[in-house]
Nanobody, 128 residues
C-alpha cells in the first residue's frame, strides 16, 4: 500500500507563490510516476502537472503557462509543485497521485484514472 500526503497549501494573494509537497510512503518511491490534479468547487478534477518516475520528464497543463514547476526528490520520497504568479482561478483543492506503471508515456498521465493511489488533498486559496 502506498500513502500520499500533501502539504503546503494555504491562503495567498494574487501574484503570490506557494510550494506544495507530496510525501510518499509505503513502497519504493522511485518506481512511481506522480501527478498533481486540482478540483475547484462545482468543477471536475483537472490535471495540473506530472513527472515520470525517473524525474527526467515532466508535463504541464496548458493553463500552467510556465507558472508552475513540478519536481521530485527521490532521496526524500517527495514531489513538489512550485506555483508562482497565482491567480484567483487557481483556487482549488490540490491532490497528488501515484501511478505504478513506470513504462507509461508522459501524455497519458493527464488522465486521473491512470493513477493507482491518491492523497487527501490540500486547499489552495488565492484572494484577489
Amino acid at each position: 500500500q502506498v500513502q500520499l500526503v500533501e502539504s503546503g497549501g494555504g491562503l495567498v494573494q494574487a501574484g503570490g507563490s506557494l510550494r506544495l509537497s507530496c510525501a510518499v510512503s509505503g513502497r519504493t518511491f522511485s518506481n512511481y510516476n506522480i501527478g498533481w490534479f486540482r478540483q475547484a468547487p462545482g468543477k471536475e478534477r483537472e490535471f495540473v502537472a506530472a513527472i515520470r518516475w525517473s524525474g527526467g520528464s515532466t508535463y504541464n497543463a496548458d493553463f500552467v503557462k510556465g507558472r508552475f514547476t513540478i519536481s521530485r526528490d527521490n532521496a526524500k520520497n517527495t514531489v513538489y509543485l512550485q506555483m508562482n504568479t497565482l491567480k484567483p482561478e487557481d483556487t482549488a483543492v490540490y491532490y497528488c497521485a501515484a501511478d505504478a506503471t513506470t513504462s507509461r508515456p508522459l501524455l497519458p498521465l493527464r488522465e486521473a484514472y491512470k493513477y493507482h493511489y491518491w492523497g487527501q488533498g490540500t486547499q489552495v486559496t488565492v484572494s484577489s
